[in-house]
């Protein structure tokens, strides 16, 4: 049974710092790609970057020059840097694995079968 486990978030102020770390088990092989997600209150679930497991990378636009998203394959975890973040940055995120049975989400200009989630940790950015 795979299962994904976050952790990293927390409250900063404006133009501060986290990394989000997310650890995959249960796969034989390791996924194909993973990504990170979020859902602010009252909006959907937004992709935010994905990496391939040969290390192609997308990213939305939002995120692009303030996000790094990296990964430790003999680790099956991925990591999300983010820096000089905003209020708008604020939400949920979600760690997504691959998963050829899963439903298709969209990451940048790229969609993805993701079926494994994890829990969710919260970024909170205040001014």
């Known amino acids: 049974q795979v299962q994904l486990v976050e952790s990293g978030g927390g409250s900063v102020q404006v133009g501060g710092s986290l990394r989000l770390s997310c650890t995959a088990s249960?796969?034989?092989?390791?996924?194909?790609?993973m990504a990170w997600f979020r859902q602010a209150p009252g909006k959907e679930r937004e992709g935010v970057a994905l990496?391939?497991?040969?290390?192609?990378?997308v990213y939305i636009d939002s995120v692009k020059g303030r996000f790094t998203i990296s990964q430790d394959n003999t680790k099956n975890t991925v990591y999300l840097q983010m820096s000089r973040l905003k209020p708008e940055d604020t939400a949920m995120y979600f760690c997504a694995a691959a998963s050829m049975l899963g439903s298709w989400y969209r990451v940048g200009p790229t969609t993805a079968r993701f079926g494994y989630w994890g829990q969710g940790t919260q970024v909170t950015v205040s001014s």
């Open positions: 990496i391939y497991r040969d290390g192609d990378i």
């Open positions: 249960g796969y034989t092989y390791g996924p194909n790609y």
